[in-house]
């Protein structure tokens, strides 16, 4: 084994706790949240693991996160970034098992944009050989919850709507739900992404600027009956296509890319319709889901990426020492996910 | 068995299916809504009864159901009101173990504000010979959903939330809550209920037109952390309310006496908190929960009216012929129900 570094390049938080507002995950300049500072290497305690990073993604988590909207604190000093892969170079104890692999994680001891993450045992998962680092970089967040809430979607009905249907979540999510014999709705926000979603899985693809978008989902419901509509946008629109579901429709938010309050204006629909509004997110799933099912999925997305079924389109690879003066600009690209080198 | 009469009084909706606009459980004139009419006596079908009314009483739902603001259409010229009590005097093929009781019950043939109604056997509930006719009237409605939402609020943990709480079902609600060992949070428009309210069984009175409502709100949610919100309302102040409630807090609007339509400003709590946002309708309770559950609860409630513990707080009697011209006024007097005679 190679000897460690006493201290690391880090990319950390410059606040502590909650913002106040919530204006969505982009950022004018990373530098407004995030600094460059040289800090000792962690040190893995029982049941955690040190990694060496190979690569790291940019999820709308974690910019939620970095300006306080996320529904975890943050540690002024402590480094950001959620997700990546890399090599564990070290163990606590009961983590022994997993020393020398290359592993797909989340962070949760030390965040992933740094040249060493912190996590522990159970949050990471083997890589099998055949998965490049940038796929095993996006292997967790978006795919787990993809899976977990198409899952959700099939156990409800036959259709599901998708909002926001061009993030790399939303073609999954289509992708998915098409494999699985189910009739995804996509909403999009401009027309020339329609083909692009059919080409992924849609069954029926609206474009939200239409102005009769309301009309044409209400059609297409009468005929596919979605009885869940998977949402990152929660604006008023996103209420009038709640409205426009089944009885029985559930209203699942996950994303807040829009900073509008919807107004809820038929409630009595949640009384006579049984219908529900209510949340997703990953972190609560994996608390409270079997671990034996998490293994079928986790199983199930590898091999999904092993087989070429499942690829992450990466728009821009930057570096850990660009971040602060580069995320800003490459998250403007709307083609793929930006991936973080060492 | 006296012979019955071919026609009788009722007073019947004036129109059909639903209203485009919710006002609420309010009336000016009853006579825009309804109008009295001599029309045949119903013959039961197979599994039906037909019953001579003792009582029937007004609920909101009556109300929201006669302006088409409720979860069924209305049939223009068919006798209005949902609950009353009285004596089955013709029985369908299947039914005829009724014959000659004195019964609860929830119309769903044609309407309990007539001389006679019809309903299914199921929809029956035979009465102790301890229940007066004006508790027999309103047997159903309100104590069946009083101890079914409890009964999700005790499902949840040891303290609920419950809105417009002066209601008949809010006081029935709060002492159901107490003897359960539960800690109920009432919501009051009048600072003169606060007492009455603590007396029904109350843990905390909060009067809603004080400024700081939401802030006493808080500090009340902190100590006693009620899960569920039982909310009649449905206006900003319930998503306030919502907002201060704690993890998992689940909102259940079975009422809208408001007309405002009220802004999501925190949905990440639903994501972050798994809050969520639902409905209570009796019927679809009575249709989703086993018989044997229905019948445990609806022997509790007949206990409850037998010996005592609960009773029904009656304002006015209002004979059937005096509905069109007096309901609107009778409904104004908020300290009971008015109850309805033949």
Request: aromatic share 6%.
């Given at each position: ?11 950390v ?13 982009v ?24 990694i060496?990073l ?64 912190l ?21 967790i ?127 009595g ?30 199983a ?19 570096p ?23």
């Open positions: 084994m190679t000897e460690l570094p006493k201290t690391m390049f880090a990319v938080q410059k606040f502590d706790g909650y913002a106040k507002t919530a204006t969505g995950p950022i004018e300049q990373a530098s407004d949240w995030l600094e460059e500072v040289e800090i000792p290497v962690p040190v893995p305690g029982p049941d955690q693991v040190l060496r190979r690569a790291a993604s940019v999820n709308p988590s974690d910019i939620h996160f970095i300006k306080g909207e996320y529904g975890q604190p943050r540690i002024k000093g402590a480094p950001a970034g959620f997700e990546g892969c890399g090599d564990v170079v070290a163990t606590g104890t009961g983590a022994e098992a997993l020393m020398g692999q290359r592993v797909a994680f989340v962070a949760s001891g030390s965040g992933a944009w740094a040249e060493y993450a996590t522990q045992a159970q949050m990471c998962i083997p890589l099998r050989p055949e998965i490049s680092d940038d796929d095993g970089a996006a292997q967040v978006n795919p787990l919850t993809a899976m977990a809430m198409v899952d959700i979607a099939k156990s409800a009905g036959e259709s599901f709507v998708v909002s926001a249907a061009t993030s790399q979540l939303g073609k999954l999510m289509c992708g998915l739900g098409r494999d699985l014999g189910l009739k995804p709705i996509a909403m999009v926000r401009r027309a020339e992404a329609v083909e692009l979603l059919k080409s992924h899985g849609a069954a029926e693809v609206l474009v939200t600027t239409d102005g009769d978008v309301v009309e044409q989902f209400a059609q297409a419901s009468a005929t596919l009956k979605p009885r869940v509509f998977l949402d990152a946008v929660c604006d008023q629109l996103s209420e009038q296509i709640f409205c426009a579901m089944p009885n029985g429709a559930r209203w699942v938010s996950y994303g807040k890319l829009s900073t509008e309050a919807p107004r809820l204006t038929q409630m629909q949640l009384i006579f319709m049984s219908k529900r509004i209510e949340g997703f997110w990953l972190t609560q799933w994996m608390m409270s889901t079997p671990p034996e099912d998490q293994m079928r999925v986790v199930e997305v590898q091999a999904r990426f092993a087989d070429g079924r499942w690829k992450t389109d990466v728009s821009t690879h930057l850990l020492r660009n971040i602060v003066s580069g995320l800003a600009d490459a998250l403007k690209k709307s083609d793929g996910k930006v991936i973080i080198t060492p």
